[in-house]
Each structure stands twice: as structure tokens, then as C-alpha cells.
T-cell receptor, first 109, second 115 residues
Framework: QKEVEQNSGPLSVPEGAIASLNCTYSDRVSQSFFWYRQYSGKSPELIMS????GDKEDGRFTAQLNKASQYVSLLIRDSQPSDSATYLCAVDAGNMLTFGGGTRLMVKP | NAGVTQTPKFQVLKTGQSMTLQCAQD?????MYWYRQDPGMGLRLIYY???????DKGEVPNGYNVSRLNKREFSLRLESAAPSQTSVYFCATSSLAGGPANEQFFGPGTRLTVL
């Protein structure tokens, strides 16, 4: 059983701080990694994809991948209350994705 | 462009009733997926269709059937609904053009309650 693990949270950070979300996965052959944001009552929205070891930055978001440690993370700089949501980590498994349970992030004004 | 659409948005069924959830996409994607999402359980794959004419079971296929009607449409059928199928159902699509990339895009979801 391929697994993707996330701390369910909630992770609470003050406005303007850096939020750090973490994800570990079990399948060593996985090649593609994704972060989705899901607001309460809404559908998941893709915010970052990463395929190579290292960092990938997009605006306030940075995804970090370490395949040797089977670890992927998402950093959100200058966190805003509008970033409050559940963040889902997803890992490719051939023709499909395996999702973690999500981490709930709360950004307090 | 509507992206991925799902109907209905909400549905209440009695145990034993049947229904079909519809999904359509205008993204010209090859692959389509059905997930269910339960509190504390994350997204779990029910069935997927890698391309028109093919379907495969995911993690939790029991109690469901699917039809890939054409490239645009992928339906999920509950033949005899059970309370355990109360959930939020999401359809997703992916281009799966080759290689490892598998970015998936989700529809708005269907909230199903089985009494």
C-alpha cells in the first residue's frame, strides 16, 4: 500500500509568518509531487507541482523535494488569512495520484 | 471554458436507491477520475479512466460502476446506495500526455447523503 503522510494539524501561524507544511511518502519510484489547496466546502485546487530535487518557487509559495528522504514540503511566505485552508500533498503512482489526508492551516490576523 | 462540471451538486437518497453522478470536461484531457472524500480520510480513488474506452478500479471500487461515455464524459453509478456511501464525490481530469506529469484538475463536487 503506497502511503502519503501529513500531519492533520491544525497548524496555526500569525499573519505575515512563514507556514511550513510537510509530507512524507513511501513509494521510492514516485516522480511527480503536487500540492493542492482546499477551502472548506470547495474542491481541491492545484497550487504547486515539483518533479526534481530541490526548491521550486512560485510567488509566495516554495515547494521543496528531497527524494532520498522521501520528503516534500510547502512553504508559504508572508502568510495571509486567505491562506487558511487544508493543504493536500499528492504523489504520483503511475496513472493515478495518492493523496495525503491534508494539513489544516489557520492564519490568524 | 467551464473546465470540469459535475451534476448534481447535492443529492439525498434512501438506502437501496440508485443514481448516476455525471462529470463532463472541456479541457480535452485523456484521463478522468472519480474520488470520494470523507472527514479524516482524505481523497480516495474509486475508479479511473486513463483514456476513452478504458476503465480501472481504484482504491475503493466496491458498490460503484463507471462508464466512460466519450472523451468528455465519465459517469459514476451507485446501483444500491448504502449509508456508507454518504460522502463528497469529486471528478478530476488529467492530460496524462506521457511521462510522469499527472496534474489533475477537479470539478466542484457532489454532496451525497444516503439515509
Amino acid at each position: 500500500q503506497k502511503e502519503v503522510e501529513q500531519n492533520s494539524g491544525p497548524l496555526s501561524v500569525p499573519e505575515g509568518a512563514i507556514a511550513s507544511l510537510n509530507c512524507t511518502y513511501s513509494d521510492r519510484v514516485s516522480q511527480s509531487f503536487f500540492w493542492y489547496r482546499q477551502y472548506s466546502g470547495k474542491s481541491p485546487e492545484l497550487i504547486m507541482s515539483i518533479y526534481s530535487n530541490g526548491d521550486k518557487e512560485d510567488g509566495r509559495f516554495t515547494a521543496q523535494l528531497n527524494k532520498a528522504s522521501q520528503y516534500v514540503s510547502l512553504l508559504i511566505r508572508d502568510s495571509q488569512p486567505s491562506d487558511s485552508a487544508t493543504y493536500l500533498c499528492a504523489v504520483d503512482a503511475g496513472n493515478m495520484l495518492t493523496f495525503g489526508g491534508g494539513t489544516r492551516l489557520m492564519v490568524k490576523p | 471554458n467551464a473546465g470540469v462540471t459535475q451534476t448534481p451538486k447535492f443529492q439525498v437518497l434512501k438506502t437501496g436507491q440508485s443514481m448516476t453522478l455525471q462529470c463532463a470536461q472541456d479541457m480535452n484531457h485523456n484521463s478522468m477520475y472519480w474520488y470520494r472524500q470523507d472527514p479524516g480520510m482524505g481523497l480516495r480513488l474509486i475508479y479511473y479512466s486513463a483514456s476513452e474506452g478504458t476503465t480501472d478500479k481504484g482504491e475503493v471500487p466496491n458498490g460503484y460502476n463507471v462508464s466512460r461515455l466519450n472523451k468528455r464524459e465519465f459517469s459514476l453509478r451507485l446501483e444500491s446506495a448504502a449509508p456508507s456511501q454518504t460522502s463528497v464525490y469529486f471528478c478530476a481530469t488529467s492530460s496524462l500526455a506521457g511521462g510522469p506529469a499527472n496534474e489533475q484538475f477537479f470539478g466542484p463536487g457532489t454532496r451525497l447523503t444516503v439515509l
